[in-house]
């Protein structure tokens, strides 16, 4: 009987079986595992990640954004390029400092339609072609949403964390093996699946490809910060505390603030143990009825300004000012013009290091501008 087992089970098939039965809830993928405690781990991770660049998303478009909770998954890009054949947007992440490594987010191609509309303040239209601007718009919105991760994630791990730009890349699964690296294999991948809802505008989904072993360095560099946070009377960090930890790390700040509030509530207002008496006293304050006579006289005023004189001060000329939305600017070349808020032959504004001293006029003087001072800000001279 064992004769006949052996010959039907190859020695890769029984390790495969053994490394599975040590933990029935491994998600496992042609060999390569990831465990439970880890898949909750990245999980939580994504989850307060994407919770903070959800809080970007909303202020960048001045909607409420909900990003959920993740689904962790293993796959392949095979599997991946049979599920998305058409082409999609892949945002490339790479981590420069603190983490080593990249991860891809594959968004919808009518979802950045959606998102760069509401940006330029435009009407939706998810008909039209996918544009070279959406593609620079999904980029900063995902740069300033990364970044944001970014610091959540170096608040968890205890250490700076910091991303390159993201790059925008309209293409489907095939050609994103030649151009991204998450996406140069073969073998088994993360996906961490996310729903977006972005008020009555927006209800999709989008996924983050992570590369198993930048998976596990995620999972690696918060079981070392979770080890400092412990306490001195626990010594070491059980691997099944991991997920837990994700979680205390996440609360530490709420749990001290509402520690001090609940030792407020407690302390007494009045107490007397372990008061010290004190002697009170009437204050005596010296009497200022007699104003000195100053001692500053024109000479000394001229000296002290002679101390600064030599300070270079940067004089600006405003010509005047408007207003315009990011789509028109994007949308300017040469030629352009742009309309002011001043009115020809209307008094500019001249500023010193920024701040407001008078109004003149434009002269022109030899083939230079020049400015002629026509009213003097008179609280400049009440401040000096």
């Known amino acids: 009987m064992n004769n006949e087992m052996n010959d039907m089970l190859s020695q890769e098939e029984i390790d495969l079986l053994l490394k599975g039965s040590s933990n029935e809830d491994s998600l496992c993928y042609d060999g390569e595992c990831i465990n439970e405690m880890e898949k ?144 140069q294999t073969d073998g088994p991948i993360i996906r961490v699946s996310f729903k977006i809802f972005v008020e009555d505008l927006l209800d999709s989904n989008f996924i983050q490809l992570i590369p198993i072993d930048f998976g596990a360095q995620m999972v690696e560099n918060l079981m070392e910060s979770s080890k400092v946070t412990k306490v001195a009377s626990e010594p070491s960090v059980s691997s099944k505390n991991i997920f837990e930890d994700v979680k205390e790390i996440n609360q530490v700040g709420q749990d001290k603030i509402d520690s001090s ?30 104003e000195p006579k100053s001692s500053h006289t024109e000479s000394d005023k001229a000296e002290s300004i002679d101390l600064v004189g030599d300070i270079p001060v940067e004089i600006t000329v405003e010509l005047g000012r408007t207003v315009k939305k990011i789509g028109e600017i994007l949308e300017y070349g040469p030629g352009t013009v742009i309309e002011l808020d001043k009115l020809v032959g209307e008094p500019l504004n001249i500023y010193a290091n920024g701040k407001y001293i008078a109004k003149g006029e434009v002269v022109v003087i030899d083939d230079n501008f020049g400015v002629r001072i026509t009213d003097i800000n008179n609280k400049i001279n009440k401040n000096i």
């Open 261 to 290: 509030s609940e030792d407020d509530l407690r302390k007494p207002q009045h107490s007397s143990i372990n008061e010290k008496h004190v002697i009170v006293k009437e204050p005596v304050f010296e009497s200022f009825d007699d």
């Open 40 to 183: 909750d781990t990245i999980g939580e991770i994504g989850n307060i990640s994407m919770g903070t660049a959800a809080t970007t998303l909303s202020t960048l478009l001045n909607r409420k954004v909900i990003i959920t909770t993740p689904k962790v998954e293993i796959t392949t890009t095979n599997k991946l390029a049979d599920e998305y054949p058409i082409p999609f947007v892949a945002v490339d992440v790479k981590y420069k400092k603190g983490l080593e490594g990249s991860n891809v987010l594959i968004i919808k191609e009518d979802d950045v339609k959606v998102i760069t509309d509401i940006m330029m303040g435009n009407e939706i239209n998810v008909d039209r072609e996918l544009t070279e601007l959406d593609l620079s718009a999904i980029s900063e919105v995902m740069n300033q949403m990364m970044g944001s991760a970014a610091t959540s994630l170096s608040e968890m791990f205890g250490k700076r964390i910091d991303i390159e730009p993201p790059k925008s890349y309209n293409i489907s699964f095939k050609e994103g093996k030649e151009k991204l690296e998450v996406l």
